[in-house]
């Protein structure tokens, strides 16, 4: 695929929202030719808008068809991703390396099965903390990129991930490649499905899942149900797992907000059956109730209904 015999220099951000802005305005500050890919009336859309990020003008342009990117980034919500990657196609060449810093566990499977699972490199966006209001982008915290193979050598990484890796470098992001990026996605979907949803339910920020109390406990409960559905597929989740993420919460800023909890409070569908439509899938499949995520999945999605 890419390598370092081919320096990433082309790199397409697929969505404009908080963390597709929050890279794009990275890529465009060190020097890279970025540009948002999309189509139609959205494209139209995006070229009209006068886009910013943390107040300073965003001028990163709509890619027209045709020109394959290096490096591609899928940044946009579980329920826009089919009709992102077919915007996305005409700019995935025989040597486009593709990531994806979407929430849940199917993203990368969906993209490999429309351009091929050499192209893409598993990967979750940790620590971040950014918000969209209109047209202007927020971030306080720009995190990391983890990514790589399912298996990776840590030491010898393989082309394409030693790619990425510097061009995150020139870009000034962190990154991190774990041994184990499958324990790593669902590391993280054990996280989001706890917080994201706990804090869309309860319309509350970092700050209120900090202390022990009711939020704290909801978002435990559903994390627990997590925990035994991966046990089922034979994923090594356990509480290491869980003191892991709750060392992160403690870091975050008290009044940030998930994304979940943003589209939530702005009346736009939600991420929920992503996380607990999938939880309860898999609580169906392996016959483990799961009754935390059924109810917020009761809820949310009667929300979004009305």
Do not use: C
């Not at 016959?287 to 995520?293: D, S």
């Amino acid at each position: 695929m890419g390598g370092v015999d081919n320096q990433i220099q082309r790199v397409a951000i697929v969505g404009a929202g908080a963390m597709g802005g929050m890279y794009a305005a990275h890529f465009a500050a060190t020097g890279f030719d970025v540009g948002f890919v999309a189509n139609g009336e959205r494209a139209d859309r995006l070229r009209a808008a006068e886009l910013s990020v943390n107040g300073a003008p965003l001028t990163v342009p709509v890619w027209p068809t045709g020109q394959a990117a290096d490096l591609m980034i899928f940044a946009v919500k579980d329920r826009q991703l089919s009709q992102a990657i077919e915007d996305a196609s005409t700019a995935v060449g025989p040597r486009t390396i593709i990531i994806s810093v979407m929430n849940g566990l199917d993203s990368e499977r969906m993209i490999a099965e429309r351009f091929g699972a050499d192209h893409v490199l598993l990967a979750v966006a940790l620590g971040m903390d950014a918000d969209r209001v209109g047209d202007d982008f927020r971030f306080r915290q720009v995190g990391r990129i983890v990514f790589g193979r399912a298996e990776n050598d840590t030491d010898n990484p393989d082309a394409d991930v030693l790619a990425v890796q510097q061009t995150l470098d020139r870009a000034g992001l962190a990154w991190v490649t774990p041994a184990d990026m499958r324990y790593t996605l669902w590391s993280k979907f054990l996280f989001n499905t706890g917080i994201n949803q706990a804090s869309a339910v309860l319309d509350a920020p970092y700050g209120a899942f900090q202390p022990d109390g009711d939020a704290r406990d909801l978002m435990m409960a559903l994390i627990n149900e997590v925990l035994e559905v991966a046990a089922a597929e034979g994923i090594g989740l356990g509480q290491h797992t869980v003191d892991e993420w709750l060392r992160v919460l403690a870091g975050m800023p008290p009044q940030g907000r998930t994304s979940m909890h943003q589209d939530a409070a702005a009346g736009r569908p939600t991420e929920v059956e992503t996380f607990a439509g999938r939880v309860v899938a898999l609580g169906a499949k392996h016959g483990i109730p799961t009754p935390y995520n059924q109810t917020v999945l009761w809820i949310l999605r009667r929300r979004q209904t009305t």
